[in-house]
């Protein structure tokens, strides 16, 4: 068993997990509900972890991930106002500040 990803919030932890899940990957969730004892344990410690059950399977769901995370945070996209590619960081345009659509 490996540990796939972790993170602060939950909701990224479940999106990995169902990608995961999705694709026939076994996988466990651990301190999903863990929200008390924090004071005694390091915030860290409390963070939701996805483990992959099988070492085999844990190339495959990493690829995964890195796919499905990169697609939605780091497409360039272009301004609609002015036409102006943009970085994905960014909420608007650099050029002509029109939101991001
Ligand atoms: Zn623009």
Same mark, same amino acid.
């Given at each position: 068993?490996? &540990?796939?990803?972790?993170?602060?919030?939950?909701?990224?932890?479940?999106?990995?997990?169902?990608?995961?899940?999705?694709?026939?990957?076994?996988?466990?969730?651990?301190?999903?509900?863990?929200?008390?004892?924090?004071?005694? &344990?390091?915030?860290?410690?409390?963070?939701?972890?996805?483990?992959?059950?099988?070492?085999?399977?844990?190339?495959?769901?990493?690829?995964?991930?890195?796919?499905?995370?990169n697609q939605e945070n780091t497409k360039e996209?272009?301004?609609?106002?002015?036409?102006?590619?943009?970085?994905?960081?960014?909420?608007?345009?650099?050029?002509?500040?029109?939101?991001?659509?």
């Amino acid at each position: 068993m490996k &540990l796939l990803y972790t993170h602060e919030n939950p909701i990224l932890v479940g999106n990995a997990k169902n990608i995961v899940e999705n694709s026939g990957i076994e996988v466990i969730m651990k301190n999903e509900y863990v929200s008390g004892g924090i004071g005694e &344990l390091s915030p860290h410690d409390t963070w939701p972890e996805l483990w992959v059950a099988n070492d085999a399977d844990y190339e495959r769901a990493e690829k995964l991930l890195q796919k499905a995370f990169n697609q939605e945070n780091t497409k360039e996209w272009r301004c609609t106002h002015c036409g102006e590619l943009n970085d994905a960081s960014f909420d608007f345009c650099w050029k002509c500040q029109s939101g991001r659509m």
